[in-house]
Each structure stands twice: as structure tokens, then as C-alpha cells.
């Protein structure tokens, strides 16, 4: 049966940037930002992004483009003989099913409480205690947590029944469209705040007293991360869709455009929160509970809070979505061409087993909350699992076999689909850099990710 591919480079560049976009971007890049200084690390955030984001993804792109396959399969078809590469690709899938043992509840929190602002059951004017019981009693509630988590996995998988184009290229266009439309009027309103100058100062005016008080290390580190991670590089998440995509087109140009839609909606939701945090006396550095404890009571507080907490968490939710419905065709496609299954039945086991599987990560919260591993609940091993071991090192993987010319597929290879196209060469001058320093650097974060 002949590959789908996407319908326009419009859709490929919005479905792989929706891929990218997600809870890194809207959750965690704004309140590591507020950690760490600031502009200060947003500019080494930049820089990383550059550097390092940009490189890993033309080779994910440039394995799945040049193999028209899904991770174990792409690997078999461009690794040399008696060569063993292909085993990371079942890492990859395992990768991506771990990531949506959690992420689909968390999702699903972004769903409730959109629904919970839509309804008015935040109001104006409550306590910070009671903001705090909606979020504590949502998390001791395994059958509100359930029915959320079902209707995300249940909505993902019937847009993915429907193909790449009909089904994931069309509803990611429309929630994209949506998804930046919001991210204006919410970014709008922040301008008529109080605390518009304040929070504008700090996300863009570099203070350097900052790099004193939070330390260089530190900033840089938390940088190079937040660099990686909101790429959703190493576990065949972006390869995936370059096995959809044409060869009309270069791939250093289209991941530049990925990175810079996946970037911009970053740094739209700080410009969104930092405001609103200065506006309402609220801690910057407040941590992952700035979203779900902090923020609304920022909402609460200020006229017409019920529309703008309803739009935001609704931002959110698309935000999240739009990675999910991106992993599921992974999960979908790697399927249909490992076992050879047709879409429904891969639709129907793969939704069948996302649902059980995540019910651990909602439990941990509630009927299990007393498992503790190291310290850390169900959500965060499985968080670790994913973020500290297995996408690092999947991007290690990648990249070795891109830029190993004995054993690997080769450089002069990845260089050549890489630069299939029209648009911005991949300089082949650059191969030093990617085949020594390079390496170093992801090996970098993979440690500092351990320790």
C-alpha cells in the first residue's frame, strides 16, 4: 500500500511544530524562565535552541524522509549490514508510550479545569486556599481524573482513525490557527495590565545581577535543557512525520520553521504570564505549580476572570493535545509498518492500551499516592524515565548514526537528504562540529538530567 503523505508543506510544518508544541512550551518553558533570571536565559535558551535543536531534528527528519518508514523499520532500511541499529527504535515507541502513560493526564487537567472556568466554578474572589482544594481535590478524584484522561485518548485516537490527512493534518490546522489566535488575545489583554512594564522588563531586559544570584551554571544548564526537551527530539516523535513529508524542500529550512513556531509559542506564553504574575503580586519563580495553583488566582482576581481563565486553559489544552495526536500517529504508524496491521486495528489496540496504561500515572495521585520510588510518584518516574534517560540518549542515537561514516549511515548520506530541496543548506563544513562537539553536548544534558 502506498505511503500517505501530507497534502501541503503547511500542514507537515504545523503538525510537526504541533508535535514539538506542548506542556514544555506553555508549562514548563515559563516558570524556568521565572527560575532562572529571566532574559538572561532566554537568550541562552536561543542559542541552544540554535545550535543543538536545529542539527538533531534535520537527522531525525532526514532518517524518516530517506527511509518512507517509522522508527525500527527506518533504521533497517538505511543501517549498514550485521549492524544493529534498528534495536533503538523499539526504544523510541517505548519512549512514546511512557510519555503517554503521563501526558494524557496532565492533558486531561488542562481539560478540567478549562471546563471548571467555563462553568464558574472558580469564581471571583476566591481564596488561595480554595483554589488550592479544586487542584488537590481534582488529584484525589481517580474518576474525575479518568473521565478526562478517556476523552483525550478517545478524542486523539479518532482523529488519528482518520488518516494524516484527513484526520491529523486537518484538525492540527484548525487547533494551530485556534491555538495562535488565542495566544493574541490572551497576549492582548496582558498589554492593559498593571504590571505590563514590570513583566515585559523582566522576560526581554538582561539582568545581570541575576547571574550572581542563580549562578551562570545554573542558567546555562536549565537553558540547554529546556533547549532540548521542548523539541520532543529522540524517541522518533519528529522522524515520524518526515517519513510523510515530500523532498521538495531542504530540511535545515524546515526545521528552522518548527523550531521557530515551537519557539514562538514559548515565548508567547511568557508573554502572557509574567504580566499577569507582576500585575497580581504573584512570585515568578513559583515552580510547576504556577499553572494550576498560582495562575488562577491570578484569574479570580481580575475582571472578567472567568473568560480569560476559560481561554486560557483552553490554549493549554490545545497546546497538549496537539503532541498527543502527533505521538498516536507514531505510535499508529510503527504499528501498521512493524506488523503489518491496517489503521484500525492499530487504532483500536493502541487506544485500548494507552487508556490501561494510564491509569497507573492518575492512581499515583490518589488509590497509590503512597508508592514512592526514590522520592518520586508514578507521574515523575515515568516523567524521568522519558525526559532524563530516554530522550538524551535517543538523540545520542540519532545523531552518532547520522555523522558515523563506518558503522552508522554515514554523514555524506545525511548531508545529501538533508539538502534534497530548495531552501537553506546544511553546510557540509559543519561536520567537525557534529561528529566531536556535538556528541559532548547532548552527553552533557544526559548527566546533568541524572544527577
Known amino acids: 500500500m502506498q505511503r500517505e ?36 536565559c532566554v537568550l541562552f535558551y536561543l542559542f541552544f535552541l540554535l545550535i543543538m ?15 518512507g518508514k517509522s522508527a525500527v523499520l527506518a533504521y533497517k532500511t538505511l543501517e549498514k549490514k550485521n549492524t544493529k541499529w534498528h534495536i533503538h527504535g523499539w526504544f523510541c515507541m517505548l519512549g512514546c508510550y511512557f510519555l503517554m502513560m503521563y501526558y494524557t493526564s496532565v492533558s486531561g487537567w488542562m481539560l478540567d479545569y478549562f471546563i471548571k472556568f467555563l462553568t464558574g466554578e472558580f469564581k471571583n474572589n476566591m481564596s488561595t486556599q480554595d483554589i488550592s482544594f479544586v487542584f488537590n481535590n481534582m488529584l484525589a478524584s ?9 476523552v483525550t485518548v478517545l478524542f486523539g485516537f479518532l482523529v488519528c482513525s482518520h488518516g494524516i490527512q484527513k484526520g491529523l493534518e486537518r484538525v492540527n490546522k484548525f487547533m494551530m490557527v485556534v491555538l495562535f489566535l488565542l495566544m493574541i488575545v490572551l497576549a492582548g489583554h496582558s498589554f492593559f495590565l498593571s504590571g505590563f512594564k514590570s513583566g515585559i522588563k523582566f522576560y526581554f531586559v538582561p539582568d545581570f545581577n541575576k547571574i550572581r544570584e542563580i549562578g551562570l551554571k545554573n542558567i546555562i544548564s536549565s537553558a540547554m535543557t529546556q533547549a532540548f526537551f521542548s523539541l520532543s527530539l529522540g524517541v522518533a516523535a519528529i522522524e515520524i512525520f518526515g517519513s510523510f513529508m515530500s523532498k521538495d524542500y531542504k530540511l535545515t529550512n524546515e526545521a528552522i520553521k518548527i523550531c521557530f513556531l515551537d519557539t514562538f509559542v514559548a515565548i508567547m506564553a511568557g508573554l502572557i504570564i509574567f504580566p499577569a504574575c507582576f500585575s497580581f503580586g504573584i512570585n515568578v519563580n513559583e515552580g510547576p505549580a504556577l499553572i494550576f495553583m498560582t495562575l488562577p488566582n491570578v484569574f479570580v482576581n481580575m475582571k472578567g476572570g472567568r473568560i480569560w481563565g476559560s481561554l486560557f486553559f483552553l490554549f493549554m489544552k490545545f497546546a497538549s493535545f496537539s503532541t498527543i495526536i502527533a505521538v498516536f500517529e507514531n505510535l499508529i504508524s510503527f504499528c501498521c509498518d512493524t506488523f503489518d496491521w491496517s489503521r484500525k486495528k492499530s487504532v483500536i489496540i493502541n487506544f485500548l492500551f494507552i487508556f490501561f496504561m494510564s491509569l497507573p500515572c492518575v492512581f499515583g495521585f490518589n488509590i497509590l499516592k503512597n508508592f514512592m520510588l526514590y522520592g518520586k510518584n508514578i507521574l515523575e518516574i515515568e516523567d524521568f524515565i522519558v525526559s532524563n534517560l530516554l530522550l538524551p540518549l ?58
Do not use: H
Not at 53 to 67: D, F, K, Q, W, Y
Not at 142 to 150: L, R, S
Not at 421 to 447: A, D, Q, R, S, T
Open 5 to 40: 503523505i501530507f497534502k501541503s508543506r503547511l500542514g507537515f510544518l504545523l503538525v510537526s511544530a504541533g508535535c514539538a508544541i506542548g506542556i514544555g512550551n506553555v508549562w514548563r518553558f515559563p516558570y524556568m524562565i521565572g527560575q532562572n533570571g529571566g532574559c538572561i
Open 53 to 67: 535543536g536545529v542539527p538533531i531534528m534535520t537527522m531525525e527528519l532526514a532518517v524518516g524522509r530517506a527511509s
Open 142 to 150: 481517580p474518576k474525575e481524573m479518568i473521565f478526562y484522561m478517556f
Open 394 to 451: 535517543g538523540s545520542l542515537v540519532y545523531l552518532l548514526f547520522c555523522v558515523n561514516d563506518r558503522y552508522g549511515w554515514g554523514f555524506k548520506n545525511y548531508l545529501k537528504e538533508a539538502n534534497t530541496g530548495v531552501g537553506i543548506n546544511m553546510p557540509e563544513k559543519l561536520g567537525f562540529y557534529f561528529k566531536f562537539i556535538l556528541p559532548i553536548l547532548v552527553i552533557i544534558i544526559f548527566l546533568n538530567g541524572l544527577l
